[in-house]
């Protein structure tokens, strides 16, 4: 009876080996998201796309020349570039506010060189922008703020508080997720240069944006602040898969809070690779013009 006994103890052992063997796999499983790599993000199709554009205003030379540009969902692509360089018309260009001369536009799917008045005005909806100045009203309290964030979204509406329960429900939860919920009742200029850019991200939150373009939003902050708002934005675009363009004048902060650096010099784009293969070196031509400006002021 211990011959037939035998190959039953063998065959239990044969499927329990194999869930043994997964735990050993789990480690490298769980560390793929976190951070998400660049190719990761580039999965899936880009929110927006920039196709051999050139930018010009009259006749005048060309401001962009033959820039290319795909934003992908949950990325943060750091741009930089001189003053002059055409970053903020590629930003323009990406909300139709920029003379497409040549090349192609397309944000959440819309070909920007052949919009209606209608659709362009939904394509702008779709986009939050964060300025350096904040462009907040500053007599209006915090919480109204953030609700003109949704005023496309809600169509005509009573401008002496016709906001209804759910979209003030929604500017509180957003005021909450970046940390300012208790100044809710405040009026805004009362607010910090970085409580006052924390709220000027909810508005933008509060349009349900595809795409966030965000233009110098740390120029006027201390900066221990600014890592704090770029960090936050960072965070959004990878929990809520939005893309995140942000122009920068500061080359450590492009390093720390970016999956991609964009570099553009008189128009043309220089420099375009994930954050982690690029060094501070990499990025010197991009500002090549600033230092020969300097020699000859010396």
């Known amino acids: ?132 100045q904040f462009n907040l009203v500053g007599r209006l309290g915090v919480l109204t703020n953030v609700l003109t964030g949704g005023l496309h979204e809600a169509g005509p509406i009573n401008l002496a508080g016709g906001f209804t329960s759910a979209q003030r429900r929604r500017a509180l939860e957003l005021l909450d997720r970046v940390g300012i919920a208790h100044k809710a009742k405040e009026q805004a200029r009362s607010l910090s240069g970085g409580q006052q850019q924390r709220v000027a991200i909810a508005r933008a939150l509060m349009q349900r944006p595809k795409l966030i373009l965000a233009d110098e939003p740390v120029a006027s902050l201390d900066p221990k602040m600014s890592h704090s708002v770029l960090d936050l934005l960072q965070t959004i675009a990878r929990e809520d898969g939005i893309p995140v363009l942000v122009s920068l004048h500061v080359l450590p902060l492009a390093m720390q809070h970016s999956d991609r650096i964009v570099g553009l010099r008189d128009g043309r784009m220089l420099v375009s690779a994930p954050t982690a293969q690029l060094t501070a070196d990499d990025l010197q031509g991009i500002y090549a013009h600033d230092e020969e400006a300097s020699d000859d002021d010396a």
């Open 1 to 132: 009876m211990t011959t037939p006994a035998m190959p039953g103890a063998v065959k239990p052992m044969t499927p329990a080996a194999a869930p043994a063997a997964a735990p050993a796999a789990a480690p490298a499983a769980a560390a793929d998201p976190v951070p998400p790599t660049t190719g990761e993000l580039r999965q899936h199709l880009p929110l927006a796309s920039v196709k051999g554009l050139e930018v010009s205003y009259g006749t005048g030379p060309l401001v962009l020349d033959g820039v290319d540009l795909d934003l992908y969902p949950g990325e943060t692509v750091a741009l930089l570039g001189s003053s002059g360089s055409g970053k903020s018309t590629l930003m323009k260009s990406l909300t139709g506010f920029a003379p497409i001369s040549g090349g192609s536009v397309r944000v959440v799917g819309n070909d920007m060189t052949n919009l209606r008045r209608g659709q362009l005005r939904d394509v702008r909806a779709s986009v939050g922008q964060v300025f350096q």
